[in-house]
């Protein structure tokens, strides 16, 4: 049984350019967040997908967006780049199905590296 | 906007003393989370409070909800260095979870 899977595992990009992360829940999971990791602090809620639209938004700028596809996995888009995106990028899915705050199963995430 | 803090931001213990970890949301929750993360590694789901001063143990690890459920506690007995990593707590409000800076736990054999 696959758990929370994210690709790729580390990313460097430039400043102004666009990066695309991506993610597949575990198997029977329906709804995915995204969560932005910078070191030494606690991960930071970017916004959830359920049923393929984005139900939750925490407080991030435009630059960041996503999208669920059909099958569950999810994308998330960063747009013009900054210095202080360079992160570790968090995927966790749950079986949401509409209930609050079920319990996350986070991947290993993607390290982005924005220099 | 919701916020959690936690205290302390570090421990350093030796193996066999305890270990506490204090979370404190500005607003009531509707639930806590607990988690643990190794180093280089990802947050992993520890236990889930839901009940006003509800109390939960797993082996050495006792989680409490407070009364009024804006705050939270960790607490190990015996810390063994398997214990070694960041632990956060997590508080729910919606469909979204606020995640606090976390504990880093060290442990001296």
């Known amino acids: 049984d696959a758990g929370v899977t994210q690709s790729p595992t580390h990313l460097i990009k430039t400043r102004g350019q666009q990066v695309t992360l991506r993610c597949s829940p575990k198997s029977g999971h329906d709804t995915v967040s995204w969560y932005q990791q910078a070191l030494g602090q606690g991960p930071q809620f970017i916004f959830q997908y359920y049923e393929e639209e984005e139900r939750q938004r925490g407080n991030f700028p435009d630059r960041f967006s996503g999208h669920q596809f059909p099958n569950y996995s999810s994308e998330l888009n960063v747009n013009a780049l900054l210095l202080g995106d360079s992160a570790l990028y968090l995927c966790a899915s749950s079986p949401g199905s509409g209930k609050i705050n079920s319990p996350l199963h986070f991947g290993n995430g993607t390290r982005l590296t924005v220099t | 906007g919701q916020q959690v803090m936690q205290i302390p931001q570090y421990q350093h213990v030796q193996e066999g003393e305890d270990f506490t970890t204090y979370c404190n949301s500005s607003?009531?929750?509707?639930?806590i989370q607990w988690y643990k993360q190794r180093p280089g590694g990802h947050p992993v789901f520890l236990i889930q409070l839901v009940k006003s001063g509800e109390v939960k143990k797993q082996k050495r690890l006792t989680f409490q909800f407070g009364e009024a459920k804006k705050n939270s506690s960790l607490h190990i007995t015996a810390t063994q260095t398997t214990d070694v990593g960041t632990y956060f707590c997590?508080?729910?409000?919606?469909?979204?979870?606020?995640f606090g800076k976390g504990t880093l736990l060290t442990v001296n054999p």
């Open positions: 997590a508080g729910g409000s919606n469909y979204k979870l606020t």
């Open positions: 607003t009531t929750l509707s639930n």
